[in-house]
T-cell receptor
């Protein structure tokens, strides 16, 4: 089955800096890669996703890049703000009919003012 | 459009009791997924259901756990004879599936935090 590795497990940055979180996956058949943000005591919120027919997707301060050959994808947050502090999860699935998500273990991002 | 709803938000049970967790998907969504999250871990898939059907239960323990999604009403995750190791956050997600452009996008509820004493 699919295995998703996520690094780093914790990341501390100063407000205004950029943050990068990286994930690798094992199943070359995976072609859908969402990122979720989870705040304390809440459910995961989808913040951006990418499908394998594109290499990069951007939404304001958030971008995701995908390298299918190397089987890794990354989340980039620019101009970080304290409210970006949360746990971020990457996931992978096969976008064919239904497909369950395999999650990484998460990255705790702390943005200091 | 209301999001995915789960209740209760917190549930405390003693060992040997039953736990029932409820999930109402987003309006228009007929596909429900249950995930379990242990402390400082990612979410692990348990079961995927459509109305009145279990499609994939490969992530659900064979004993004590069951799930249903009836024609009317919420999806239910049921844990019988709970043990301390069942303590976790249980999240439900729903997806529209079949609607153009949204295949596989899953939207999560706030979760139920189960504590077994």
């Amino acid at each position: 089955g699919e295995n998703v590795e996520q690094h780093p497990s914790t990341l501390s940055v100063q407000e205004g800096d950029s943050a990068v979180i990286k994930c690798t996956y094992s199943d070359s058949a995976s072609n859908y890669f969402p990122w979720y943000k989870q705040e304390l005591g809440k459910g995961p919120q989808l913040i951006i996703d990418i499908r394998s027919n594109v290499g990069e997707k951007k939404d304001q301060r958030i971008a995701v890049t995908l390298n299918k050959t190397a089987k890794h994808f990354s989340l980039h947050i620019t101009e970080t703000q304290p409210e970006d502090s949360a746990v971020y999860f990457c996931a992978a699935s096969m976008d064919s009919g239904y497909s369950t998500l395999t999650f990484g273990k998460g990255t705790m991002l702390l943005v200091s003012p | 459009n209301a999001g995915v709803m789960q209740n209760p938000r917190h549930l405390v049970r003693r060992r040997g009791q039953e736990a029932r967790l409820r999930c109402s998907p987003m309006k228009g969504h007929s596909h429900v997924y249950w995930y379990r999250q242990l402390p400082e871990e990612g979410l692990k898939f348990m079961v995927y259901l459509q109305k009145e059907n279990i499609i994939d239960e490969s992530g659900m323990p064979k004993e004590r756990f069951s799930a249903e999604f009836p024609k009317e009403g919420p999806s239910i995750l049921r844990i019988q004879q709970v043990v301390r190791g069942d303590s976790a956050a249980y999240f439900c997600a729903s997806s529209p599936f079949g609607l153009a452009g949204d295949t596989d996008t899953q939207y999560f509820g706030p979760g139920t935090r189960l504590t077994v004493l």
